[in-house]
C-alpha cells in the first residue's frame, strides 16, 4: 500500500491531486503508525507544489505522537516556522502544545501559549489553556496546573469542568490523594461547574498511585534490608579497620553485641511505628473512597465500572481485605444480615472480582469464597460472557488454599452450564491436587475418567493429570494401578514434557530419577 500511495502521488498528474490526496495519504500513515513515510512524503507533496493545510500538520503531529516520538513533531514544526516562513494556526499550534504535554514538557507548552498571546493574532481559549494544563498535570505539578486555571478563569471568566479534571490528573501522576480531595472541594464550590463521574474517578486513581508507591517503596525497603543483612555477614570476613574495631571491643567486653541487640530493636520498633502509619493510612484511603463512593449517590453522578475498580484497588494495594470486602458488597449491594444480593454485572470488573477472592483468601473467609462460584455464575448468565482464566484460576486458587475441595468437586459436572465454557485440563488438574492435598484419593480416579469421557467432556490428560492420578493410586497402595498409568504417562508425552519437578511428586517417579542418575 506505501508503494502505491508513493507512485501515485509521485507520478500522478497535477491536475487529479491536491491536498485532500495528500491527506488521505497521510491519514493512512498515522493510523499505521509510520514517522518516516509520512515525512516522506511531506517532502514529496512540497516538491510537486502543494502546501500543507492544518489537517496534513494535525495528521503529522498526531503520527509522531503514535509513535512517541513528541520531539520530533516540534522539531518539525519549529523547522517549518524558521526556515520555511510557515505561520501556524491557532489549531495547528494547540496541536503543538498537546505533543509538549504527552511528552511531558510543560514548559514548552507554556513557552507556546505565551507566544500565542504575545503575537496578538490570535486570542487565547479554552482549547489553547487546556493543552498546558495537561502539561502541568503529566508532569504531576500540581501548583502550576492550578495557577494555569486561575489566570484562566480570571480572563475567561470560567473553568471547565475538563480542566479540573486535569488539575485531578495533577494530583494522580504525583500520587498526592489528599491534593485530590481538595480539588473535589474546590469544584464542588464553584458556580456552574459539578464534578463527574472522570472527576471521582480520577480522584480515586490518585489513592491507587498513592498506594502502589507505597507498596513500592516497602518492597524495596525490605530487599535493601536483606542485601544489607548479606554484606553483614560479608564484612565479617574482615578488613584492617574492622580488626581495629574488633580489638577495641574486645578491650572494652562485649560492649558490641549490646549494640549489635540495641540497633535490632531500634529497628523493630520502627518496623512497628511502620506498620501502625501504613494501617491508619489504609483506613484513611478506606474511608475516604466510601465517602467519595456516597457523595457521587448524593450528588446522583453515576458510577461506571472504572468506579468500583479503582474503589477496590485502592484497599487492594494496601493490603486491607476488609475494605475490599466492604466495597464489593456495596457493588454487589448486599444487604447486611441478609444473603440477598443485586450484582450489577455492568459495573464488576474482572479484576474487582479477582481482588475480592484475594481478600476472602487472606482473610480466610470460607463462606464468601464458596459463594463466589455463584456470583461469577450470576455474572455470566447476565453478561453471556466467559469468565477470563485469571479469575478462574483465583477462584480455584482460594478454594484449595482455604481447604474447600468439596465445592470444587461440585462445580466440575456442571462447570460449562455455570460459565459458558467446558472445564479445561488445568481446571481438572487443579481439583485432582486439591482431592490429593485433602487425602481424598478415592475421587481422582473417577475425575480422571470424566474428563476422558465422551458423554460428558472429552479432555485429553496431559502430564500433570497423570501425576495427580499416579499420585493417588500410590496413596491407596494400588501400586499395579499406578506402574500402569505410570507406563501409560511414559508412552503418551516424550520426556520433554514431562518435568523432573512434576515426577518428583510421585514415588515412581523418584525411583525412575535415581534410576537414570546411576
Not at 491557532?90 to 514538557?105: D, E, P, T
Not at 450528588?299 to 474503589?311: F, G, I, L, Q
Request: charged fraction near 25%.
Amino acid at each position: 500500500m506505501s508503494e502505491f500511495i508513493t507512485i501515485t502521488c509521485r507520478d500522478a498528474p497535477l491536475a487529479s491531486l491536491d491536498v485532500g490526496v495528500f491527506n488521505n495519504a497521510f491519514d493512512f500513515y498515522h493510523r499505521l503508525g509510520d514517522v518516516d513515510e509520512s515525512f516522506a512524503l511531506f517532502n514529496l507533496m512540497k516538491k510537486r507544489g502543494f502546501h500543507p493545510d492544518d489537517t496534513t500538520l494535525g495528521l503529522m503531529f498526531a503520527t509522531c505522537a503514535t509513535h512517541q516520538q513528541f520531539d520530533v513533531g516540534l522539531s518539525f514544526l519549529d523547522h517549518l516556522m524558521t526556515h520555511g516562513g510557515y505561520k501556524p494556526t491557532l489549531k495547528v499550534l494547540s496541536g503543538a502544545m498537546q505533543l509538549c504535554a504527552n511528552s511531558k514538557n510543560p514548559d514548552g507548552a507554556l513557552e507556546l501559549f505565551r507566544a500565542i498571546e504575545t503575537s496578538g493574532a490570535f486570542t487565547p481559549t479554552v482549547e489553547t489553556y487546556e493543552p498546558v494544563v495537561f502539561a502541568y498535570a503529566r508532569a504531576g505539578n500540581v501548583t502550576s496546573a492550578w495557577e494555569i486555571a486561575n489566570e484562566m478563569e480570571e480572563k475567561l471568566g470560567r473553568v471547565s469542568i475538563s480542566v479540573y479534571n486535569r488539575i485531578l490528573l495533577a494530583c494522580v501522576e504525583a500520587a498526592l490523594p489528599g491534593r485530590a480531595l481538595e480539588v473535589l472541594g474546590i469544584i464542588r464550590h464553584k458556580d456552574g461547574v459539578a464534578p463527574d463521574v472522570i472527576s471521582y474517578n480520577t480522584a480515586l486513581e490518585a489513592f491507587v498511585r498513592a498506594g502502589e508507591r507505597a507498596a513500592w517503596w516497602r518492597k524495596n525497603n525490605i530487599d535493601q534490608r536483606e542485601d544489607g543483612d548479606a554484606d553483614f555477614d560479608d564484612d565479617e570476613l574482615g578488613s584492617d579497620e574492622d580488626y581495629h574495631s574488633e580489638e577495641a571491643e574486645q578491650e572494652n567486653g562485649d560492649s558490641g553485641q549490646p549494640t549489635r541487640s540495641l540497633d535490632v530493636a531500634v529497628e523493630g520498633t520502627l518496623s512497628q511505628e511502620y506498620e501502625v502509619e501504613q494501617r491508619e493510612k489504609a483506613a484513611w484511603a478506606r474511608a475516604s473512597v466510601i465517602g467519595l463512593l456516597e457523595e457521587m449517590q448524593r450528588s446522583r453522578v453515576k458510577p461506571d465500572m472504572t468506579t468500583y475498580e479503582r474503589a477496590i484497588a485502592v484497599s487492594s494495594v494496601n493490603e486491607d481485605s476488609e475494605g475490599v470486602i466492604t466495597i464489593f458488597d456495596r457493588l454487589i449491594d448486599r444487604k447486611r444480615g441478609k444473603d440477598a444480593i443485586n450484582l450489577r454485572s455492568d459495573l464488576v470488573s474482572d479484576s474487582s472480582f479477582a481482588a475480592y477472592l484475594v481478600a476472602c483468601t487472606s482473610l480466610q473467609d470460607k463462606d464468601r469464597v464458596v459463594e463466589a462460584s455463584t456470583l461469577l455464575h450470576k455474572w455470566h448468565a447476565a453478561t453471556g460472557q466467559v469468565p477470563p482464566e485469571f479469575v478462574v484460576t483465583q477462584l480455584l486458587n482460594s478454594l484449595k488454599v482455604l481447604g474447600e475441595w468439596r465445592c470444587a468437586v461440585r462445580m466440575l459436572p456442571d462447570w460449562q452450564e455455570l460459565f459458558g465454557v467446558p472445564p479445561s485440563v488445568a481446571v481438572f488438574n487443579r481439583v485432582m491436587e486439591m482431592c490429593n492435598r485433602a487425602g481424598e484419593h478415592q475421587l481422582v480416579a473417577p475425575i480422571f475418567a470424566t474428563m476422558q469421557d465422551a458423554t460428558a467432556y472429552r479432555i485429553y490428560p496431559d502430564a500433570e493429570s497423570y501425576i495427580q492420578r499416579i499420585y493417588a493410586e500410590e496413596q491407596r497402595e494400588n501400586w499395579v494401578a499406578a506402574t500402569d498409568l505410570f507406563v501409560e504417562m511414559k508412552k503418551r508425552f516424550p520426556s520433554e514434557e514431562i518435568s523432573h519437578q512434576q515426577l518428583q511428586k510421585v514415588a515412581l517417579g523418584r525411583y525412575r530419577l535415581r534410576q537414570s542418575e546411576h
